[in-house]
């Protein structure tokens, strides 16, 4: 099977930006424009992007669409998979922006009969994401939000829920590694994963497909340009 490499385009008042404790701080790269951005990891040969909704994600703002219509206006054959604490209501604003897939945020968890009923019938087209820290599902957004994984992960899979995006929190950044144990984790309620958090290398890519991962969605390392994003496509589609 191939292995999908998912460069991230993070954005906070429509210019590039990484999530940090202390709120979103802007970055540099490609002159902190999105669709630079998408068009550098285009020629690497990325076919998806996910794209994240900062502001959405951590100040529960409107969601922010944008940076969506300008990628997909300048690349109409690239995937998007949108994300950024996506709640119910915000799923098909998303797609009619131009993703293909939404990424459910964690927050909707805490409503099982909605995501019940919005996981009906959507295929592959809502990817549910697994914020995970310390075992547990916990939302990087505002409000507490805590979940027991296993438990979780259960009544997602009888609901329909098709891929699950599992984030590692407190690697996301910082280069350290995929968590590798909560993959195997995830992996074990019998759907397609994809992993987030701690990608800087191509080995941390082979690691995570060891551990059951069928994708990953890679960050900081994409935008500092520190992982070989050609070479890392070309070993993903052999994979």
Do not use: K, N
């Amino acid at each position: 099977m191939v292995f999908s490499v998912i460069p991230a385009i993070d954005v906070a008042g429509g210019h590039l930006a990484r999530w940090t404790l202390d709120g979103p701080q802007a970055l540099e790269a490609f002159g902190g424009d999105p669709v630079g951005a998408a068009r550098a990891f285009t020629r690497d040969g990325a076919t998806w992007l996910h794209v994240v909704d900062i502001d959405h994600a951590v100040r529960g703002r409107d969601p922010e669409v944008s940076p969506i219509v300008r990628i997909r206006d300048a690349l109409p054959d690239v995937r998007i998979q949108a994300s950024g604490g996506a709640l119910h209501g915000d799923v098909e604003t998303y797609h009619s922006a131009g993703a293909e897939r939404v990424v459910l945020g964690s927050a909707a968890l805490l409503d099982e009969g909605a995501t019940e009923v919005l996981l009906a019938g959507r295929g592959d087209s809502v990817v549910v994401g697994i914020e995970v820290e310390d075992g547990r599902i916990r939302a990087r957004g505002p409000g507490p939000v805590e979940l027991d994984l296993m438990e979780t992960l259960g009544w997602l899979v009888a609901a329909g829920a098709q891929t699950f995006l599992v984030t590692a929190v407190g690697r996301v950044g910082l280069l350290e590694g995929p968590d590798l144990e909560t993959i195997r984790r995830v992996v074990r309620a019998g759907r397609p994963v994809l992993a987030a958090g701690g990608f800087s290398s191509l080995e941390d890519l082979r690691a995570a497909r060891t551990a059951g991962a069928v994708g990953a969605v890679v960050g900081r390392a994409a935008l500092e340009r520190s992982l070989d994003l050609p070479a890392a496509f070309d070993w993903a589609a052999g994979a």
